[in-house]
Structures are given as structure tokens and as C-alpha cells.
């Protein structure tokens, strides 16, 4: 059973513009969730993340929002560039717990970003 | 500093043999996960070790993986008979000990990618 999920596989967008990446949970007691960028033939490298107490966390280019009724965050790149072009991996897990590095991913969303 | 580094960068195997992956972590990060990604799917946590105990092994998928990290530095992961849905890429993570309630930064290696033929 997938906790997190991520149901577009890819994006599109032109350079400048703004991505938003989605991404849905099922699980209420995740209360932290992260966002990861990925390089072919690279790890996952820490985007932003942000607490089930808050909505919006923002980290120069990139935004991300909570919602927590809905189950769902977004991710904002803006404006986006050239060099966005990865992988974007949705992560979430339970800080109350000792074991918060143990993420639940969704299956990514591949962003091209095209001049 | 040295980043997470993870040995071999891919290895390819015939069904029924045996591979050994290697993880070292970032110095002094008493935190170290492994986690797979299969088939362009969702990286799943496989299992999590503070220093040399296993925290956490829930994620590993049958008794034919087998995690070690003695002495609490580098970490091995074993797979033995391979078989076919092995196949994927493995990637080991290593973070600082904080404590319950804090969080901190969890840091990748590259991955091993395993083929398994």
C-alpha cells in the first residue's frame, strides 16, 4: 500500500515559468514531509521540507505548501531553470517517533524544463 | 568533507549468486538507512541502524537480505540467493543522531544499482 503519491509521472514547463508538483498522502500521522531532487546516476539531494505544523514554508525558489485537511502538499519552483530538470521525489514521516529518517517516498515526478 | 559513499556503483549477477553491498556514511552520523528504488518506482526504506544496533528492519523484504554494520561505521548489505525482483537501485543514507522529536538532514549516497540476470 502506497502511503505517498505522486500521480504525475511528468512535467513539462517552459523556463521562467512556474512548476508545481503535487503530491497526495494517506497516512494522518505523518508530521513532516520533505521534497527531494534527484540527478540520474545521483542520490537524492534535500529540497525543502516542512512540519504538519505549518502550511507554507518557502526557501528561495521554491515553496512548499501543506494542506493538511486535504492530505496533500505542493511543491512551487519559481521561476523555474534550466537546471531543475531532475527527478522530484515526495517524502513524509513522523518526527514524533526516533526513526523520522525513515521516509515514505512517492514515486517521483520527472520536470523538464525547456528554454 | 566526504559525502556518503557507496561501493559497487553497479553489479551484475546471474540468479542464485550472492552480492555484498557497501555503505560508508558520513563521519560521526550515527544514522544510517538503506533504501531501494525499483523499476522507476518509489524508493522504499529498507531497514535503519543507530551505530551497530538495528533500529528498525521492517522494510527488508525476506530473509535473504541481510544488514550489518559493525562497529557502528560502515554497513554491509547482503543478498543471498539473488533473485530476479532484487533488481534495482540500493541506496544507503546517514544522518546525525538528534533525538527523539528533532529532525536533521538525511544524506544519499550515489546508489548501487544491482542487475540480476
Known amino acids: 500500500d502506497q502511503q505517498v503519491k505522486q500521480n504525475s509521472p511528468s512535467l513539462s514547463v517552459q523556463e521562467g515559468r512556474i512548476s508545481i508538483l503535487n503530491c497526495d498522502y494517506t497516512?494522518?500521522?505523518?508530521?513532516?514531509f520533505l521534497w527531494y531532487k534527484k540527478y540520474p546516476a545521483e542520490g537524492p539531494t534535500f529540497l525543502i521540507s516542512?512540519?504538519?505544523?505549518?502550511d507554507k514554508n518557502e526557501d528561495g525558489r521554491f515553496t512548499v505548501f501543506l494542506n493538511k485537511s486535504a492530505k496533500h502538499l505542493s511543491l512551487h519552483i519559481v521561476p523555474s531553470q534550466p537546471g531543475d530538470s531532475a527527478v522530484y521525489f515526495c517524502?513524509?514521516?513522523?518526527?514524533?517517533?526516533?526513526?523520522?529518517?525513515?521516509?515514505?517516498f512517492g514515486a517521483g515526478t520527472q520536470v523538464v524544463v525547456t528554454p | 568533507e566526504a559525502g556518503v559513499t557507496q561501493f559497487p556503483s553497479h553489479s551484475v549477477i546471474e540468479k542464485g549468486q550472492t552480492v555484498t553491498l557497501r555503505c560508508d556514511p558520513i563521519?560521526?552520523?550515527?544514522?544510517l538507512y538503506w533504501y531501494r528504488r525499483v523499476m522507476g518506482k518509489e524508493i522504499k526504506f529498507l531497514l535503519h541502524?543507530?551505530?551497530?544496533?538495528?533500529?528498525?528492519e521492517s522494510g527488508m523484504p525476506n530473509n535473504r537480505f541481510l544488514a550489518e554494520r559493525t562497529g557502528g561505521t560502515y554497513s554491509t548489505l547482503k543478498v543471498q540467493p539473488a533473485e530476479l525482483e532484487d533488481s534495482g537501485v540500493y541506496f544507503c543514507?546517514?544522518?546525525?543522531?538528534?533525538?527523539?522529536?528533532?529532525?536533521?538532514?538525511?544524506?544519499f549516497g550515489e546508489g548501487s544499482r544491482l542487475t540480476v540476470l
Open positions: 543514507a546517514s544522518s546525525q543522531h538528534l533525538g527523539q522529536g528533532r529532525t536533521g538532514e538525511l544524506f
Open positions: 497516512n494522518s500521522m505523518f508530521d513532516y
Open positions: 516542512i512540519s504538519s505544523i505549518k
Open positions: 517524502a513524509a514521516s513522523k518526527i514524533s517517533t526516533d526513526s523520522w529518517g525513515k521516509l515514505q
Open positions: 563521519s560521526g552520523h550515527d544514522n
Open positions: 541502524f543507530v551505530k551497530e544496533s538495528k533500529q528498525d
